[in-house]
């Protein structure tokens, strides 16, 4: 198509694509080397109950430990991961990390009197449009000595819409099982709260971008409070992510928002700072 537009533009352009596709594969080389040598690790981030403070689970956030680059965000390689199938070696990685780890906080006696914790793992939608892909979740369990109750699986609404043939049925294998399902980042996507009440879910995660305009921001206000309402009403559990001050926290908690995630509560932690964060409190 470049060629199309002129020998100018060929010659303008070629080499930058050329460059990016060079480099998407120099990174998915080092994905793929990554997951053998064992380069990825999972943070968590605590996520509490409104009404009494407790610690009500955390969220599993995946890390890069690149040998040159160091310590790298999901959203500097999960795009390549995706477009090259990696990413489906990659989740599954994350979903025994996250079982595994629930069962090492048990048997620790970390979560001693957390009787429902659980970890939230991020899905990404080539795994969830996977067929039998809750045959899967169910091996890895199985494998990690891990029930389904100590997880949980954080879906977006764009995975949800985009398989409405699927989605219900893979929900339900899921919550059989004894899983959370959860929608993240609800209210940046188009899906409409009456749409989420034909799917079997347990849970809507605010998106940071609505809190971080709370308290002040009258428009975030009104759009938050409605959804935060219709949500409870719908007799799903809100969960608040990205809460920074106490004044976004009592706004939220005042409208019905039962859990929340945030700088104000705790950052992302590796396991052990996680560990030690826990037994502090
Ligand atoms: P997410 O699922 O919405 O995760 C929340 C992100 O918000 C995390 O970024 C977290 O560090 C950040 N965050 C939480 N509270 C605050 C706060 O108070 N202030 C600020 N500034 N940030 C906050 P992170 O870890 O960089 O992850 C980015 C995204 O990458 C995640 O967004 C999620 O969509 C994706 N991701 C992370 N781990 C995985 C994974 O294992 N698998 C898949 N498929 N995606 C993942
Ligand atoms: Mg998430
Ligand atoms: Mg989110
Ligand atoms: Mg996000």
């Not at 009404?51 to 969220?59: D, I, K, V, W």
């Not at 999901?74 to 990696?86: M, T, Y």
């Not at 709260?193 to 975030?220: C, M, N, W, Y």
Request: aromatic letters at 8%.
């Amino acid at each position: 198509r470049a060629k199309a537009r002129g020998r100018a533009t060929y010659q303008f352009f070629e080499p930058a694509l050329a460059e990016t596709a060079y480099a998407d594969l120099v990174l998915e080389a080092e994905l793929a080397q990554g997951l053998t040598r064992n380069e990825f690790e999972l943070f968590f981030q605590p996520q509490v109950e409104a009404a009494t403070g407790q610690l009500s689970g955390a969220e599993a956030l995946l890390r890069w430990r690149h040998p040159q680059r160091g310590l790298l965000s999901p959203d500097s390689f999960i795009f390549v991961a995706e477009r090259h199938r990696l990413m489906l070696a990659l989740g599954e990685w994350v979903l025994r990390e996250a079982a595994t780890t629930a069962r090492r906080w048990r048997e620790q006696g970390l979560t001693r009197g957390l009787g429902a914790m659980r970890i939230a793992v991020n899905l990404s939608r080539m795994q969830f449009n996977l067929d039998g892909f809750g045959d899967i979740v169910r091996r890895v369990l199985a494998e990690a000595g891990a029930p389904g109750q100590w997880l949980e699986l954080e879906l977006t609404e764009r995975m949800l819409i985009e398989d409405v043939e699927h989605a219900p049925t893979t929900l339900a294998a899921l919550r059989a099982q004894g899983l959370t399902v959860s929608v993240d980042d609800f209210g940046t996507g188009y899906t409409s709260l009456a749409h989420l009440t034909e799917l079997p879910l347990d849970k809507l995660k605010i998106d940071q971008s609505f809190v971080a305009r709370l308290p002040d921001d009258v428009g975030a206000q009104a759009i938050t409070r409605a959804i935060v309402q219709m949500a409870v009403g719908l007799g799903l559990t809100v969960t608040a992510e990205g809460v920074r001050t106490a004044a976004q926290w009592q706004l939220l908690a005042s409208w019905g928002c039962q859990q929340f995630q945030g700088e104000l509560v705790g950052a992302p932690m590796s396991a052990a700072d996680f560990e030690a964060w826990v037994k502090a409190r």
